[in-house]
């Protein structure tokens, strides 16, 4: 059998466009630090760094693959931007505040 090493991230922090290579920040929730809040942060754990053709047929790759979820049923569309995880302790409640389109990052 041939085992390949594998790495998990809880999701991906910033993404940002830097010397013509995109660069993923994979990040995972602290088993220590916590937020003022109480919550748990997000620690980088790994930078993922790829050309910018490998990244948009990543991206294409993605958008099948979250096509594939909401099909089988495992994530539920709420609009154009938004997926909801069936499982609630991957879902985000509603936000509360007013309604506008997602943040967009400073580097691109």
Request: net charge neutral; aromatic share 4%; proline share 10%.
């Amino acid at each position: 059998m041939d085992v390949r090493p594998e790495v998990f991230a809880d999701g991906m922090g910033e993404i940002t466009l830097s010397g013509g290579m995109v660069r993923i920040d994979l990040v995972c929730v602290s088993a220590s630090k916590k937020d003022s809040e109480g919550r748990p942060e997000l620690e980088l754990r790994q930078r993922l760094v790829m050309p910018p053709d490998g990244f948009l047929r990543s991206f294409s790759a993605m958008e099948d693959l979250v096509q594939k979820l909401i099909k089988a049923g495992v994530v539920k569309q709420r609009d154009q931007t938004n997926l909801v995880a069936h499982s609630p302790e991957m879902s985000k409640p509603p936000s509360t505040g007013p309604s506008s389109s997602p943040p967009k990052s400073p580097n691109f």
